[in-house]
């Protein structure tokens, strides 16, 4: 089966760096997404990675290494609206659908 | 047009009603999702429509009935909830089920709150 494991909860000041971790175990792997949910509101898509490395996506970049089982989220230049709950999914082991994470919840103060 | 919208935004509804929770997409998406979110928790999946027809059923309880009139809308009908029920409903779609990035990348709806008394 699919297991995800992420951090509960992180802090930060605005303007800082921060690093979300992921850990999965999979039964094959079809890549890793991750998603932003701001509370009361719908999670968007931020990043999907199938290959090894980093992708960047202006302040927002993630890496993967699948021989590890092991993803992170880098956010840069963090402003207050990052202040979301970061979740961590990879597709089930059909393929059909998308497992979550428990999701991490970003706190950023001035 | 990139959005998944559902209606209603709230519902409270009690243990012997019947309600039905409505999603509707136009991107051409062929696979659609019914999520369900408790507070503090991620999505968990109840039901995959992948061409009209039901790819998974999660094994949610027969209370929760879906059904996918046509490729762009999806319902989900409710009967005889109970109070543990009460959470966050989801929708999404994607392109399809399988295969490339396009195809995994869902997009969600903005969620019913439900609450049954």
């Known amino acids: 089966g699919q297991n995800i494991d992420q951090p509960t909860e992180m802090t930060a000041t605005e303007g800082a760096i921060v690093q979300i971790n992921c850990t999965y175990q999979t039964s094959g792997f079809n890549g890793l997404f991750w998603y932003q949910q701001h509370a009361g509101e719908a999670p968007t898509f931020l990043s999907y990675?199938?290959?090894?490395g980093l992708e960047e996506k202006g302040r927002f970049s993630s890496f993967l290494s699948r021989s590890k089982g092991y993803s992170y989220l880098l956010l840069k230049e963090l402003q207050m609206k990052d202040s979301a709950s970061y979740l961590c999914?990879?597709?089930?082991?059909?393929?059909?659908?998308?497992?979550f994470g428990k999701g991490t919840t970003l706190s950023v103060s001035s | 047009d990139t959005e998944v919208t559902q209606t209603p935004k709230h519902l409270v509804m009690g243990m012997t009603n019947k309600k039905s929770l409505k999603c509707e997409q136009h991107?051409?998406?062929?696979?659609m999702y019914w999520y369900k979110q408790k507070a503090k928790k991620p999505p968990e999946l109840m039901f995959v429509?992948?061409?009209?027809?039901?790819?998974i059923n999660e094994s949610v309880p027969s209370r929760f009935s879906p059904e996918c009139p046509n490729s762009s809308l999806l319902n989900l009908h409710l009967h005889a909830l109970q109070p543990e029920d009460s959470a966050l409903y989801l929708c999404?779609?994607?392109?399809?089920?399988?295969?490339?990035?396009?195809?995994?990348?869902?997009?969600f709806g903005p969620g019913t709150r439900l609450t049954v008394t």
């Open positions: 999404a779609s994607s392109q399809d089920l399988k295969g490339t990035e396009e195809t995994y990348e869902q997009y």
């Open positions: 429509y992948s061409y009209e027809k039901l790819s």
């Open positions: 990675n199938v290959l090894d």
């Open positions: 991107m051409g998406h062929r696979a």
């Open positions: 999914a990879v597709p089930n082991q059909a393929g059909t659908a998308l497992i």
